[in-house]
């Protein structure tokens, strides 16, 4: 297993390289000048000139990207254009942010999705399972922004139960974490729907019960355990969207995150900013599927890593 982690860890480099090669081009391709908006509306000409050369904006691309990528090996991802501070301190508190949103999202999807999919399945077709199903397409389809506004209404307005906005302590988690995990927790909670669905009807588990266990073993310990795979996979998949998708969420509840923070570097076209943002989600991404993959070998010992 040691030596299946280092491999899909080596792979990251090609990776984010490609990523980082992407992201360079799009933002040096884009309109605007990154020197005009340091230097300031007000500047001449000249000034201009000279915030140009000082950046090395002057020499061509692939020179910028080369001494990018020098830069960032050493582990140095520059400065803020904006606020000329190290890009990892200006990254990694709102990234944080981040990660505490998305986890707390994900594992409110996960429980509640798992929960409701395995009664879906057990009822299947009865009065709960079209109430269920219905309310999953309602999640699936119910856009991120309306529903953070509607629970703000509710919640906090109305009722005052909850904080209207900003990160504090967990009543502030809440209502966020509601928003962004809603569609997650639709889409696991039919895929267990499905995945039990055809778990239930194996012979194993008919052999399970002719043997006299308790339903509520057969059910988990022989059924959700070999329906787990494809969830598992959607898990994967929604963790690094809800990661990289964030930003809705977090400016609707003013969400000190590394999305709403990435929007504004970018309309301040903040290129290192931008350009280190992007890599540590691609990071993150990549650490999560290589998690998932590795907890396929725990869930079914029948699948190795190698």
């Known amino acids: 297993m040691a030596s299946y982690v280092v491999q899909r860890l080596l792979m990251l480099v090609p990776v984010l390289i490609g990523v980082s090669l992407a992201v360079f081009m799009m933002l040096h391709l884009s309109p605007g000048d990154p020197a005009r908006m340091v230097a300031g509306m007000a500047a001449t000409p000249k000034q201009v000139e000279d915030v140009r050369l000082i950046l090395g904006l002057d020499e061509p691309l692939y020179k910028q990207y080369l001494r990018y990528i020098g830069r960032l090996v050493q582990g140095d991802a520059g400065r803020s254009l904006s606020t000329n501070k190290p890009v990892i301190s200006e990254l990694w508190p709102r990234y944080v942010a981040t990660l505490e949103l998305t986890l707390a999202a994900m594992a409110l999807a996960v429980s ?4 409701l999919g395995i009664i879906s399945a057990i009822r299947q077709y009865s009065v709960i399972d079209n109430v269920l199903s219905l309310l999953a397409l309602i999640g699936l389809s119910i856009p991120a922004f309306w529903l953070g506004l509607m629970l703000i209404l509710v919640f906090s307005l109305k009722l005052s139960w909850l904080p209207t906005a900003g990160r504090g302590g967990f009543s502030h988690l809440i209502l966020p974490a509601v928003t962004l995990g809603t569609f997650a927790m639709a889409s696991v909670a039919r895929m267990t729907r499905g995945s039990m669905l055809d778990v239930l009807g194996q012979e194993y588990m008919q ?8 339903a509520r073993v057969v059910l988990l310990r022989h059924g959700l355990r070999n329906a787990l795979i494809p969830v598992l996979t959607v898990v994967g998949l929604q963790t690094g969207q809800l990661l990289g998708g964030a930003v809705l969420t977090e400016t609707v509840f003013a ?6 923070f990435m929007v504004q570097a970018i ?29 396929y070998s725990v869930v079914d010992p029948r699948i190795k890593v190698s």
């Open 267 to 295: 309309q301040a076209r903040d290129f290192p900013v931008v350009q280190g943002g992007v890599l540590l989600t691609a990071v993150t991404f990549v650490l999560v599927n290589l998690l998932v993959d590795l907890l």
């Open 255 to 260: 969400w000190s995150g590394i999305g709403r």
């Open 112 to 115: 509640v999705g798992l929960t």
């Open 207 to 214: 052999t399970a019960r002719a043997k006299g266990l308790h």
